[in-house]
Structure formats: C-alpha cells, structure tokens
C-alpha cells in the first residue's frame, strides 16, 4: 500500500465554509501554511474562492491579490496546490512555486500539460451557486466514475503526466449521494488513476453525526467525521486526502496506514489498553 498523502486546506477567503475568514490576510495565511507543513502536510492547497454552495464568483485581480503571495512565500518549503476556476491564476501560481493544480472548474487541463504540472480532475454537478438546489443522478456511482475516466483520459492526451481523480465530495451531491460515492471508492482506485477525497468539515458529515431529529452538526463540530471518512479513504486506496485538519489527520493515517493495514502480528511495545 502506498502511504496516502495529506493535503492541508488553506483558504485565503472571508468566506469559506469552514476557515472563512481566519487567513485572509497574506501574513496570518503564511504562518497557517507552515504550521501545517511542520505538522506534516505533503501538500498545502491554496484558494482565494470559496466554492461553498451559494458562493459567489471573486474577480480575477481580487483572487490573485489573496492567493500570490501566500503561494510564493510557502512554495519553498512544502508543494503548494493551487484550488482555483481560473487560468490566469493557476499561471501566476505556477510561476510562484506551484506544481499542483486543483481543477475545481475543469478548465485547466492544457495548462497544466503545458506547464508540466499535476493536475487534479474533480466532479461536480452545477456551480458552487446552485449546484446544491437540486442534484439529481440515476445511477451517481457510475455517473461519477464515467465522467472521471473521460476527464482522465482527456488529460492524459492532452499530455498530463501527473493526475488525480476526485469523485468531489459535497459539489452538485445529497448526502446520500456522497455516501454512495465513499461506499463505492474502492472500486475508482481499482480504475487505476490515482484518486484524491476532500470530505473535511462537508456539511454531509454533520447531518449523519447529529442525534435523530437534532439539528445537524456545525463545521466546528465535524472533526471526528471528517477523520473517520479520512480514514476510510485512505484504507480504500486513496492517494490524497485533501484535509482542514492535518495534525489529527496524520496521526490518523499512522494507525490507518502500516498499523492496521497489516492486521499481522506486529513488534509494538507499550500499553495494551
Ligand atoms: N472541496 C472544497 C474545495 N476544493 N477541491 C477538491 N479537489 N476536492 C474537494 O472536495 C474540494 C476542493 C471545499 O472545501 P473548502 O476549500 O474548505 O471550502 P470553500 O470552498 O468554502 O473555500
């Protein structure tokens, strides 16, 4: 089993669903990238656009005054992702440092061939402002994992050597859906590309972990959820498990990883219980 990846989630927005307005200024940004990179982030994914479901579009020279710096200040000590719709930053990115583009959109394909960068082709159904309303699949597993294939395979002829799937947990998907999506994530790893889940914090969590009939659990309040879907993915196969929380995470994937992906009998000395 190859040792999953943790990709730290930095948005450097007011209005992200779940670090909203923390880091939205460069310096508070930067120091919330290195603290992740030094808990043991592989990877930190910069956005300067929410995609939350209702979020509205943030002019092209706004996106770029909140996300260059942090990209170019943190690209020398950890891989740095770009998470965004746009060309124009995900190149003023890239001559930053980064070597990752997160295609939300869908239309950085070319780019990244070009530029000789990974790309990640993640589903959705609709745009962030109505993508929620109502989404509707007849069959969402086989749905999903077509679309991810023929996105694969268009990248890969565009000449993308570096790639990963994302079913794209929460985008254009009831929870029902997101459910199916995870029970069904061995079988898109077993498709061959690599395959990356971004669960953290989703609203979907919330729901599932409330008592019945409680309002459903706040973002504050879905750690234990987002790191028993992490868990899973990454014993299902998952390449990336794209992370608000990367501390709990990486100490997750130690048990989730060699510990209990072995199940042999293991040299561990220490407490029993
Ligand atoms: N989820 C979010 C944003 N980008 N990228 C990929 N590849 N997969 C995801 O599941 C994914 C993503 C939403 O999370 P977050 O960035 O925390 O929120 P917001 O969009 O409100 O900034």
Sequence with gaps: MVKPLVMGVLNVTPDSFFDGGRYLQTGA?????????????????????????GAQPVPEDEELRRVLPVVASLAGTVRISIDTMKPAVAMAAIAEGASLLNDVGGALGPIAAEQSVGLVVMHRQGMPQDMQRAPHYDDVVGEVHAALAEGATAARSLGVGELYVDPGIGFGKTAAHNLALLAALSRLV???????????????????????GAAPRPPQDRLPGSLAVASWAMLAGAAIVRVHDVRATVQARELAGPRLCTLGPVAISGAGR
Excluded at 192 to 211: M, T
């Design 190 to 212: 077993a498709a061959g590309e690599p395959v990356l889940v971004g669960a953290s914090r989703k609203s979907f969590l919330g729901v599932l972990a409330a008592p019945a």
């Design 29 to 53: 940004a930067i120091e919330r990238g290195r603290a992740m990179a030094a808990e043991g982030a592989d990877i930190i994914d910069i956005g300067g656009e929410s995609t939350r479901p």
